[in-house]
């Protein structure tokens, strides 16, 4: 029974109803309609008297919830009762809260809560307010809930991973296990560019190639399967997947997505087959990621039917373009020049050597030399000095030139034809982070697979030395990482199904998100392979053991394809313009306006109750952790559309206050792919049918979900959506997930499929 002598002086009324009204704050705030069942029924209760019931109806009111003080108080009064009493573990909220009442010392008729008619009245409450059959002491003891701990098939979760495509990711991991890809150490760029040309020519002998092209040029018309081939080029060398990448992806891309029949029939089949090896030249020295502003200029010759290809100075030359000593044709992106009139940015197809590899006059390549890493591609620069092409080689498919001579486009804005051009080719951004992410499986499967076999020190008197995986430290810098792998791992086969089933379609929100995804996938594997290097200690630093090839052939992943800081602007953008108008000063300033009027109060309603409820069961539900994700980026969003509108009635221009506010919108870029992320994880939970795989993917979210938030306490805790207290549950809950994630440790980098002759290090054998 209840030890009376710990209560606050609460009567028997008061008493039989808290228990009610406790866990109704504590699922969340007291709705009104809650609260007018509570009311309108504790009329006609004759056990709680006139006081009684205006001390609960101040309880009850969603406009005024219980101070923090007040709530502990409640909780204290029930774990106290919990504690004491014998059957608490059965007890009803109604059983517990009779008891309590009877147990009260003020309590004058103890009839009235041993009543059947009492406790009839009372559980029809229960009912109205939906919160039948809960248990008090399993609402309030959870917090040594025991985490989920299934044993589940390795074979189920990798299946699960890789989706249609398991049976073609297999056949190609078989491939490059057999000797002709065993990946080797080539010290010398020249012989090791050689080995990785060698391998890319087996690729295309093996009809890989052309996976995304049509059928009519050998193809298989599946731009899902090349994803997928690239992606699993990652476990094997990474300077085949970029080499591959740049020729079948973007030069052959550029030529089936811009160009029309007339490039498909003359080109596809042989760049298919790598008979026409080509490059990607966009990229000037003097411009990066400004590709409006390229300087390249292909100015058109009327007479002779020529574009006249030119690099005005030695700044504007192309730079940093793969495959561009092996090429024999790149598509060039220039400025389109007509009669005087600039046009914009078109690509052109420029023959670059003849069949004897010679270049052809007025063009100029240099060796970029040795790079950081992923020295297996040829890198180079390019210059063009008044280098002739045909009319033809223009790829026109959103512009061109008639008969007449004069410029044509079926999109009349430059600036829409522009980004139409740019977003047929974001594939290079679906697949460059799921290839970033091969390599970081390989370095936490080596990480992990050390850690179960490395022992250091004695944690007891006996001689045997404990496993570095047993350590909590240790846990806690490889399992979030691992969770996070998982996550990334499935909302980039999202984005990937997204894109392919967009192809051809308005292609702006898949953009963003693959701009967004690229940009947080490629950080975390820049990061996660130094955590894992760290890991292993000296022996990660052996180049036997793969870190070294890892760490410095991703490193790039981040400034490729776009950078990552820049592409992340690019992402708040979006979510500033809701992905539907581009970024001007009149329809911008409509956009801020209205997140301001529509957000202000909806938006930044906290819950009081929430913010400090630390139970394990609250922390552990996605519910918890969706409305966490999702209200910060929506209260990012609010503070970053507030600022900038200020900014803007102070006669800034929109370019200028976006720049003043450059920070806080990579913040919110960030926050709005955590919660893309978080959602495709939560979604791929529910909807796995095998209970083990669904369990312990039910683990890997929650873990990924709470060390996010705990990342961004300080977030949660300035804008008082948590209580410190919460935010120590947390991360108590973050250690205890490590633990339970440690003991399927192993399965789970299994599960990644990695054949033995991919991960190749030393330790990891």
């Given at each position: 029974m209840t030890n009376t002598n710990t209560l606050p002086k609460y009567s028997s009324g008061v008493l039989v109803m808290l228990p009610l009204i406790y866990v109704g704050w504590a699922d969340g705030i007291l709705s009104p309609r809650e609260s007018e069942i509570i009311l309108s029924k504790i009329k006609e209760y004759p056990f709680i008297s006139t006081i009684e019931k205006t001390q609960i109806k101040s309880w009850s009111d969603p406009g005024t919830p219980p101070s923090e003080e007040l709530f502990y108080e409640w909780k204290n009064i029930l774990l106290d009762h919990c504690k004491h009493s014998k059957n608490s573990a059965k007890e009803s909220l109604i059983?517990?809260?009779?008891?309590?009442?009877?147990?009260?010392?003020?309590?004058?008729?103890?009839?009235?809560?041993?009543?059947?008619?009492?406790?009839?009245?009372?559980?029809?409450?229960?009912?109205?307010?939906?919160?039948?059959?809960?248990?008090?002491?399993?609402?309030?003891?959870?917090?040594?809930?025991?985490?989920?701990?299934?044993?589940?098939?390795?074979?189920?979760?990798?299946?699960?991973?890789?989706?249609?495509?398991?049976?073609?990711?297999?056949?190609?991991?078989?491939?490059?296990?057999?000797?002709?890809?065993?990946?080797?150490?080539?010290?010398?760029?020249?012989?090791?560019?050689?080995?990785?040309?060698?391998?890319?020519?087996?690729?295309?002998?093996?009809?890989?190639?052309?996976?995304?092209?049509?059928?009519?040029?050998?193809?298989?018309?599946?731009?899902?399967?090349?994803?997928?081939?690239?992606?699993?080029?990652?476990?094997?060398?990474?300077?085949?997947?970029?080499?591959?990448?740049?020729?079948?992806?973007?030069?052959?891309?550029?030529?089936?997505?811009?160009?029309?029949?007339?490039?498909?029939?003359?080109?596809?089949?042989?760049?298919?087959?790598?008979?026409?090896?080509?490059?990607f030249a966009m990229t000037e020295t003097g411009h990066g990621s400004n590709v409006r502003g390229l300087q390249t200029t292909a100015v058109y010759l009327k007479e002779e039917q020529m574009?006249?290809?030119?690099?005005?100075?030695?700044?504007?030359?192309?730079?940093?373009?793969?495959?561009?000593?092996?090429?024999?044709?790149?598509?060039?992106?220039a400025q389109l020049i007509i009669n005087g009139v600039q046009h914009g940015v078109h690509a052109f197809l420029v023959p670059l050597r003849n069949e004897e590899h010679s270049l052809y006059r007025g063009i100029k390549v240099e060796d970029c030399g040795y790079k950081l890493g992923l020295n297996g591609v040829d890198n180079g620069r390019i210059w063009f000095d008044k280098v002739k092409i045909p009319k033809e080689n223009l790829l026109n498919k959103f512009g061109d030139i008639d008969k007449k001579g004069e410029y044509q486009s079926s999109i009349q804005n430059p600036s829409k034809r522009f980004?139409?051009?740019?977003?047929?080719?974001?594939?290079?951004?679906?697949?460059?982070?799921?290839?970033?992410?091969?390599?970081?499986?390989?370095?936490?499967?080596?990480?992990?697979?050390?850690?179960?076999k490395r022992r250091q020190f004695s944690t007891t008197d006996q001689n045997q030395e404990t496993l570095l995986l047993d350590y909590p430290s240790h846990q806690m810098r490889l399992m979030p990482l691992l969770a996070k792998t998982y996550a990334l791992d499935i909302a980039l086969s999202k984005l990937a199904k997204s894109y392919v089933v967009n192809l051809g379609k308005d292609m702006r929100q898949v953009e963003g998100l693959a701009a967004g995804l690229k940009s947080y996938a490629t950080w975390f594997t820049t990061e996660a392979l130094?955590?894992?290097?760290?890991?292993?200690?000296?022996?990660?630093?052996?180049?036997?053991?793969?870190?070294?090839?890892?760490?410095?052939?991703?490193?790039?992943?981040?400034?490729?394809?776009?950078?990552?800081?820049?592409?992340?602007?690019?992402?708040?953008?979006?979510?500033?313009?809701n992905f539907s108008r581009e970024f001007h000063d009149e329809g911008f300033i409509a956009v801020l306006k209205m997140l301001s009027s529509q957000w202000t109060t909806s938006v930044l309603e906290k819950n009081p109750i929430a913010k400090r409820n630390d139970s394990s069961k609250h922390l552990l539900s996605s519910h918890f952790q969706l409305a966490a994700f999702r209200f910060r980026e929506r209260k990012l969003l609010y503070s970053l559309s507030a600022r900038m509108r200020a900014y803007i009635k102070q006669k800034m221009n929109s370019t200028e206050a976006f720049l003043n506010c450059q920070n806080h919108a990579l913040t919110l870029a960030e926050a709005h792919i955590e919660?893309?992320?978080?959602?495709?994880?939560?979604?791929?939970?529910?909807?796995?049918?095998?209970?083990?795989?669904?369990?312990?993917?039910?683990?890997?979210?929650?873990?990924?979900?709470l060390?996010?938030?705990?990342?961004?306490?300080?977030?949660y805790l300035e804008n008082e959506y948590v209580s410190p207290q919460k935010t120590k549950a947390i991360r108590r809950l973050n250690i205890q997930l490590c633990s339970e994630v440690r003991k399927q440790a192993l399965p789970l980098v299994q599960a990644f499929g990695i054949p033995d002759e991919l991960i190749l290090a030393q330790i990891a054998k």
């Open positions: 059983e517990s809260g009779l008891l309590l009442a009877k147990s009260c010392d003020d309590c004058e008729d103890p009839t009235y809560w041993a009543s059947a008619k009492t406790k009839e009245v009372l559980n029809d409450l229960q009912k109205e307010l939906g919160i039948a059959n809960v248990e008090l002491q399993s609402h309030l003891l959870d917090q040594e809930e025991e985490i989920l701990n299934s044993d589940f098939d390795v074979d189920v979760m990798l299946k699960i991973l890789d989706g249609d495509l398991h049976e073609f990711k297999s056949k190609v991991k078989t491939l490059l296990s057999y000797p002709e890809f065993k990946i080797k150490k080539i010290p010398e760029k020249e012989t090791y560019r050689a080995q990785i040309l060698k391998w890319c020519i087996a690729l295309a002998e093996q009809d890989l190639g052309s996976l995304s092209y049509p059928k009519e040029y050998g193809g298989e018309d599946n731009m899902y399967k090349y994803i997928a081939l690239f992606e699993t080029l990652g476990h094997h060398d990474l300077s085949l997947a970029i080499k591959f990448g740049v020729h079948f992806g973007l030069f052959g891309g550029s030529v089936l997505a811009l160009g029309t029949k007339r490039h498909h029939d003359k080109y596809l089949k042989d760049i298919g087959e790598m008979k026409l090896p080509g490059c574009f006249e290809i030119n690099t005005p100075t030695f700044e504007d030359g192309k730079e940093y373009i793969g495959n561009a000593l092996d090429s024999k044709m790149a598509t060039v992106f980004f139409t051009m740019l977003g047929t080719l974001v594939g290079g951004r679906v697949c460059v982070p799921k290839a970033g992410l091969s390599a970081t499986k390989n370095g936490l499967t080596i990480a992990i697979k050390h850690a179960l130094q955590e894992c290097r760290e890991a292993c200690g000296g022996k990660g630093y052996l180049e036997e053991n793969r870190f070294a090839d890892l760490k410095a052939d991703t490193d790039i992943f981040t400034t490729f394809e776009g950078d990552n800081t820049v592409l992340m602007q690019l992402v708040a953008k979006g979510v500033l313009s919660r893309y992320v978080l959602e495709s994880f939560v979604e791929q939970v529910k909807s796995t049918q095998d209970v083990a795989s669904k369990n312990m993917l039910k683990n890997l979210c929650r873990l990924y979900a060390s996010t938030i705990n990342k961004h306490k300080g977030f």
